[in-house]
């Protein structure tokens, strides 16, 4: 089974939280919702305030398409003004084991 992670951490905007970056997040969770090969995605939050965002695909093509949308079709989006943009850390990776 071939499968591969978005996985982006961050931080917010001084003064924003979690649950502000989630509200945030309703039209972009219907367009990755619509994306091919998308699996399902996870927003965690750690002790010191980072946001993690994992999005699961069937393959990392299927990633990069979808994160180069969420940069132009849905630039407008209102989660991006949620981001502390130059403390985002984004990669997509293989799954290399999926244990249940």
Do not use: C, K
């Not at 940069?71 to 403390?87: F, L, W, Y």
């Amino acid at each position: 089974m071939a499968e591969a992670l978005e996985v982006t951490t961050f931080r917010l905007v001084a003064g924003l939280t979690g649950a502000d970056f989630v509200a945030a997040n309703a039209d972009i969770n219907d367009y990755v919702r619509r994306q091919p090969g998308f699996r399902w995605r996870r927003i965690a939050q750690g002790d010191d305030g980072t946001i993690i965002d994992i999005v699961a695909w069937e393959t990392a093509a299927d990633g990069r398409r979808s994160a180069s949308g969420v940069m132009t079709e849905m630039a407008a989006s209102p989660v991006h003004a949620t981001i502390d943009q130059g403390s985002v850390d984004f990669r997509i990776v293989p799954v290399l084991q999926h244990s249940v």
